[in-house]
């Protein structure tokens, strides 16, 4: 007979022995104290400095009452001056925490891009009463207009290589080859829904001669029966009817250098936002990052998860009970978050991670679009610029030039996704079997992040919802959108970038653009 040593009179085996232990409440842990030699990121001789400006004509995103309270070294005369708490609202409908996946089957690609093409098709009916039903290889002299996905015949982007798939509903699943001879100027990849107006005389090559493949959704508006003043004077944290700037600061990880696991960068990020007071502090992943040469190759003392918990939760905790009950802090996960699901799109993060009894920190999913007070914003933490940048095939007219960010930008917002790209780039865990609508645009929000590895830009995009036919009647609806890419906090050993962003509300009509209002300050940390 076996006994237990650590429990007496107990036999091992026995029906007494298997229990199981009782879920225990997280423990309130403090960031560990441990003397660190000498790191390259401390030595550094600039601390936040501005790397440049978008719109340096607007005011600072600090009053000169702020100001004062800012230049003061009393802790408790900024504690006086409280945080204006903004309303926040999800946009979106993400994955919720716990959600079953790795159940991806051919069928669910299938009918996602089946969808994606219906979609299309009956948003392009909306604004044309023209119809998309014909056979993509219809032969025919005269001019037809057919829909389909755009697919490359190699393994490398090539203009003289695209084929045209068509839906299953429509064209039974066939493809036919796009000769894009007489197109001067277009911008394709694989998976892009597309109309194409041309002929098919054979009906093995659509040699097309007007393509169509940006649709924008509009801007989102607030509800006409709860304007923002009815809001301001029914809400009873918002203390004025004034309508009052919404001040931002967005980060995008990793939080920490590469040669440790102290997350220098995240102190840094946070004593700069404890100074500044921003309404909201907007942090998007990866956080415990697995590319992390400490993370591969598995030469920490700690569990993981745990480096969550007494690296970011214990500080955004204290930065929350530093800055007051209006101190919002949104936390965005990432595929790359070694703890967490790896599956895109990504549900948030488990709220049982952070004691927030106030409510200051909310956890969003991946992709996310939410709404602070007036402005409509969308956050992605998949590098979805450099796949596309890796997989697009684009023409521009002769002695003329466009620029490529841009460009790719205006891809998301006329395809109404944050991951138009199919198949997905090598890496991305894209799962389209549990809920593939995740990754839908719901609007065209005012103020696109997008987390990704390419140089740190804002990019304004001009666009107008719908499409017309007839290109001789004017436009008159011109709207715009900001694409941004705050960056990596760090970059290797090194410190990186982040965003602080003041946006104030429309005063006039000619200051109604997101473009006009927005004021951006690329810093570096």
Known sequence: ????????????????????????????????????????????????????????????????????????????????????????????????????????????????????????????????????????????????????????????????????????????????????????????????????????????????????????????????DNPLAKRQATDLTVKTQTPQPLHMIVASGPFTTSDNLSFEPLMELLAYARNKRPNVLLLMGPFVDAEHPHVKQGITDRVLSHVFQEEITTRLEDYCQFLGAGARVILIPSTRDVFHDRIFPQPPFNSFMFEDSSQQISLLPNPSVFRLDEVSIGCCTTDILRHLSSEEAARNPPGTSSDRMSRLGAQLVGQRSFYPLFPPALGTCLDLAVNPSALDLPCTPDIIVLSSDLVPFVKSLSYTPGVKLDESQPRTENLTTLLVNPGRLAKGAMGGTFVEAMVTLPSTPQLSSIGARAKLSFIKI
Do not use: W
Request: glycine letters at 4%; one cysteine or more.
């Open 1 to 224: 007979m076996l006994v237990d040593s650590k429990t007496p009179n107990k036999v091992v085996g026995s029906r007494e022995a298997q229990y199981i232990t009782p879920p225990q409440p997280r423990v309130k842990v403090t960031p560990r104290q441990v003397p660190s030699p000498t790191t390259p990121f401390s030595q550094r001789t600039t601390k936040c400095t501005v790397q440049f400006v978008f719109n340096d004509h607007l005011p600072d995103a600090s009053s000169s009452a702020v100001d004062d309270i800012q230049q003061s070294e009393d802790l408790v005369l900024r504690k006086l001056k409280d945080v204006r708490r903004c309303q926040l609202e999800e946009l979106s409908t993400g994955l919720k925490p716990g959600c079953r996946y790795m159940a991806d089957q051919v069928e669910s690609r299938f009918n996602e891009l089946e969808r994606r093409i219906k979609k299309f098709v009956q948003a392009f009916s909306e604004y044309e009463s023209v119809p998309l039903s014909q056979h993509v290889a219809y032969a025919s002299q005269e001019k037809i207009l057919v829909v389909g996905r755009v697919c490359y015949d190699t393994e490398e982007a090539d203009p003289n290589a695209v084929l045209l798939e068509g839906s299953v509903e429509y064209s039974g699943g066939h493809r036919v080859r796009l000769d894009l001879r007489e197109i001067s100027q277009f911008s394709l990849f694989p998976g892009q829904i597309l109309v194409v107006e041309g002929h098919n005389p054979s009906g093995h090559c659509l040699v097309a001669s007007r393509i169509f493949y940006s649709l924008p959704l509009p801007p989102h508006s607030a509800p006409d």
